[in-house]
């Protein structure tokens, strides 16, 4: 009965590759996010979906290209990885229900630790 | 100047101690207040949200939002180690302008409660 799932949980992988983490949510919700967390423990947004649709695209590299096949995944497809890719993604959902909503809670998945050797 | 400041610790105190948490923010837009747990290798979840000024309490945690000082906090009473995580505070100015509704995390302070 997991709510937010991603796969893989880890990824080892070497520089120039090109991986996907995948993310699933059986909640119902109509927003999805993904987040990098680097080794201090930062988290930031780079990229949500609101019904398939993107909303915000943070400054992240092109190489990073999200993909919403419908309301309850979320993809992540990384191209050409680096060292500094070395972090770990979270995928969250919300049930936003439009802006007047204001914003509410998210829920996230257990994380896909990735390292680029 | 980042959105949020936290201090990131780590704290470390005895069992049944109250624990005090807290995030300074810079934006006086924000007007929506999370703190996540997020423990050792696992995702945040969810413990407290509050919409702008004011207390709330459930259980042993006690989340205050202060917007005059841009001061958030969070108390925990007769802290146990099961509350041994890092907790992250959140915040979001709703949808206004170009925020989107993103959310803005603090550092996360790593809390270690001892038997």
């Known amino acids: 009965d997991t709510a937010v799932s991603q796969t893989p949980k880890y990824l080892v992988t070497q520089m120039g590759n090109d991986k996907s983490i995948k993310c699933e949510q059986n909640?119902?919700?109509?927003?999805m996010y993904w987040y990098k967390q680097d080794s201090k423990k930062f988290l930031k947004i780079m990229f949500s979906y609101n019904n398939k649709e993107l909303i915000i695209n943070e400054t992240v590299p092109n190489r990073f290209s999200p993909k919403s096949p419908d309301k309850a995944h979320l993809n992540l497809h990384i191209n050409s990885l680096e060292l500094g890719d070395s972090a770990v993604y979270f995928c969250a959902s919300s049930h936003q229900e439009g802006r007047l909503a204001g914003v509410r809670e998210q829920y996230f998945g257990p994380g896909t630790r990735l390292t680029v050797t | 100047q980042k959105e949020v400041e936290q201090d990131p610790g780590p704290l470390s105190v005895p069992e049944g101690a109250i624990v005090s948490l807290n995030c300074t923010y810079s934006?006086?837009?924000?007007?929506?207040f999370m703190w996540y747990r997020q423990y050792s290798r696992k995702g945040p979840e969810l413990l407290m949200y509050?919409?702008?000024?004011g207390n709330k309490e459930d259980g042993r945690f006690t989340a205050q939002v202060d917007k005059s000082s841009k001061y958030i906090s969070l108390f925990i009473r007769d802290s146990q180690p099961s509350d041994s995580a890092t907790y992250l505070c959140a915040m979001s100015a709703g949808w206004r302008g170009s925020t989107l509704g993103r959310l803005y995390f603090g550092r996360g302070t790593q809390l270690t409660v001892w038997p």
């Open positions: 909640l119902g919700h109509d927003t």
């Open positions: 934006n006086s837009a924000f007007q929506y």
């Open positions: 509050t919409y702008s000024s």
